[in-house]
């Protein structure tokens, strides 16, 4: 087990060689990588084995060692180590959470085939966080006020008069799940290293460790709980009632502050089989190649638009062999590309959508040349089918206290 540094001048190259080693860690002979216009140098440290007694040791000299500036982690053993250790328990917790949210939800029949409720299972930890713990409503009636002037004692105010009700308060209101509750955030940050593998400390290993026994007891516990109290559900009904509601009532509020309502961008997913045939390829590409001005329209709108894509297969429609054709045209253009890659306005439409373009145009796109679209004789579509990779690099929560000193790289 090691770790490699890539080391750009002497001074560091000179720190590293007086280093004084833990135990049992060896040092390399220094290699060179003659970069043009200069020379950098090839260092590393190593442990025998590939034990997390050696991970620790690799992580403590790595923080003593720590040069953002000067020097680049070319192999980072000790993290490895710690992210394939965590991992399976990352999985365990996951399952669990969202066996737990199910069962949740699931106390009223009616909430089973419901479209929002479903739409849970596929966000991302990230998403699903926002969807479970933040209050849209609440955050609207905050938001609307401080566009205006006002004091610290009026907002105190305003937040204290407000109430605030979330999708976790309801489905979970006894306090068992108190550490899965409070730990949420902080194994957001540290799975998120784990599956990019980005630097972990050895702290935060022993905080993820910690978190993830806790919660995965817990939500085992209630699991167990729930499924041998034949009441439960009948007690809980209301409180599921209640959740789903408020999960509508969120999309509901990011389709609004998109400039349009959750019945207008249905409405849009609305399509029929036989669109294809009036599609002309030619016509999409060319809107494709017009589209450039529309990432900078929507840009402020990226964490709404990825919640859009989350719900997409709710409201999607049939794809068909022909519009899958036509609309690769549109993944041929550089322009489109990038707005794909970014999870921008496209998400809009999962699997395929039609599109009332006037109507789209004056809620969402109103600063865009629109004008290619007469081509497909007022009928445009597009589609996209965005792969369900993690996005979640996204949001990275703080850096824990003994890993302040070491690299987030």
């Given at each position: 087990?090691r770790i490699?540094?890539?080391?750009?001048?002497d001074?560091?190259?000179?720190?590293?060689?007086?280093e004084e080693?833990?135990?049992?860690?060896?040092?390399s002979d220094v290699?060179?990588?003659d970069?043009d216009?200069?020379?950098l140098?090839?260092?590393?440290?190593s442990?025998?084995?590939?034990?997390?007694a050696?991970a620790?040791?690799?992580?403590?000299?790595r923080?003593?060692?720590?040069?953002d500036?000067?020097t680049r982690l070319?192999v980072?053993d000790?993290?490895?180590?710690?992210?394939?250790?965590?991992?399976?328990?990352?999985a365990?917790?996951?399952?669990?959470?969202r066996r737990?949210?199910?069962?949740?939800?699931?106390?009223?029949?009616d909430?089973?085939d419901?479209?929002?409720v479903?739409?849970?299972?596929r966000l991302?930890?990230?998403?699903?966080g926002?969807?479970l713990?933040?209050?849209?409503?609440?955050?609207?009636?905050?938001?609307?006020?401080?566009k205006?002037p006002?004091?610290?004692?009026e907002?105190?105010e305003l937040i204290?008069?407000a109430?605030e009700n979330?999708?976790?308060?309801?489905?979970?209101t006894d306090g068992?799940l108190?550490?899965?509750?409070?730990?949420y955030?902080v194994?957001y940050?540290?799975?998120?290293r784990?599956?990019h593998?980005?630097?972990i400390?050895?702290g935060?290993?022993?905080?993820?460790r910690?978190a993830?026994?806790?919660?995965i007891?817990?939500?085992?516990?209630?699991?167990?709980r729930v499924?041998?109290?034949?009441?439960?559900?009948k007690r809980?009904?209301e409180?599921a009632?209640?959740?789903a509601?408020l999960i509508?009532?969120?999309?509901?509020?990011?389709f609004?502050?998109?400039?349009g309502?959750?019945?207008?961008?249905a409405?849009?997913a609305?399509?029929?089989?036989?669109?294809s045939?009036?599609?002309?390829a030619?016509?999409?590409?060319?809107?494709?190649?017009?589209?450039?001005?529309?990432?900078?329209?929507?840009?402020?709108?990226?964490?709404?638009?990825?919640?859009?894509r989350?719900i997409?297969d709710?409201i999607?429609?049939?794809?068909?062999?022909?519009l899958t054709?036509?609309?690769e045209?549109?993944g041929q253009q550089?322009?489109?590309?990038k707005?794909?890659?970014?999870?921008s306005?496209?998400e809009?439409a999962?699997?395929?959508?039609s599109?009332?373009?006037?109507?789209?145009?004056?809620s969402?796109?109103s600063?865009?040349?629109t004008?290619?679209f007469?081509s497909l004789g007022?009928?445009?579509?597009?589609?996209?089918?965005?792969?369900d990779?993690d996005?979640e690099?996204?949001?990275e929560?703080?850096v824990?206290?003994?890993?302040?000193?070491e690299?987030s790289?």
């Amino acid at each position: 087990m090691r770790i490699t540094y890539l080391i750009k001048n002497d001074e560091v190259k000179d720190r590293f060689l007086k280093e004084e080693l833990p135990v049992k860690v060896t040092r390399s002979d220094v290699g060179t990588y003659d970069a043009d216009d200069g020379k950098l140098y090839v260092l590393s440290f190593s442990v025998e084995g590939f034990a997390i007694a050696g991970a620790r040791t690799l992580a403590g000299l790595r923080r003593k060692l720590h040069d953002d500036t000067n020097t680049r982690l070319l192999v980072d053993d000790a993290s490895l180590k710690f992210a394939v250790t965590l991992y399976p328990h990352f999985a365990e917790y996951e399952r669990e959470l969202r066996r737990a949210i199910t069962l949740a939800t699931c106390a009223e029949q009616d909430n089973f085939d419901d479209g929002f409720v479903l739409s849970l299972e596929r966000l991302t930890l990230r998403e699903l966080g926002e969807q479970l713990f933040y209050d849209r409503s609440f955050q609207d009636k905050i938001k609307g006020v401080v566009k205006k002037p006002f004091t610290k004692d009026e907002l105190n105010e305003l937040i204290a008069r407000a109430d605030e009700n979330t999708v976790w308060a309801n489905l979970f209101t006894d306090g068992s799940l108190a550490s899965v509750f409070e730990n949420y955030w902080v194994l957001y940050d540290i799975r998120n290293r784990v599956m990019h593998q980005r630097l972990i400390s050895a702290g935060q290993y022993d905080r993820a460790r910690k978190a993830l026994r806790e919660s995965i007891d817990e939500l085992n516990a209630y699991a167990e709980r729930v499924l041998s109290d034949v009441s439960y559900p009948k007690r809980h009904a209301e409180r599921a009632v209640n959740a789903a509601k408020l999960i509508r009532e969120n999309y509901e509020s990011m389709f609004q502050n998109l400039g349009g309502s959750l019945e207008r961008f249905a409405a849009i997913a609305n399509v029929t089989q036989g669109l294809s045939s009036k599609i002309d390829a030619s016509g999409l590409a060319s809107l494709a190649t017009q589209m450039a001005g529309v990432q900078e329209a929507i840009g402020a709108n990226q964490a709404l638009m990825d919640s859009v894509r989350s719900i997409s297969d709710t409201i999607g429609a049939v794809q068909t062999p022909g519009l899958t054709s036509a609309l690769e045209a549109i993944g041929q253009q550089s322009q489109l590309q990038k707005l794909i890659s970014e999870g921008s306005l496209a998400e809009l439409a999962r699997p395929a959508v039609s599109v009332d373009w006037p109507a789209l145009q004056a809620s969402v796109l109103s600063n865009v040349d629109t004008s290619a679209f007469s081509s497909l004789g007022g009928v445009g579509a597009f589609a996209i089918d965005k792969s369900d990779a993690d996005d979640e690099t996204s949001k990275e929560g703080p850096v824990e206290d003994d890993a302040k000193s070491e690299a987030s790289s």
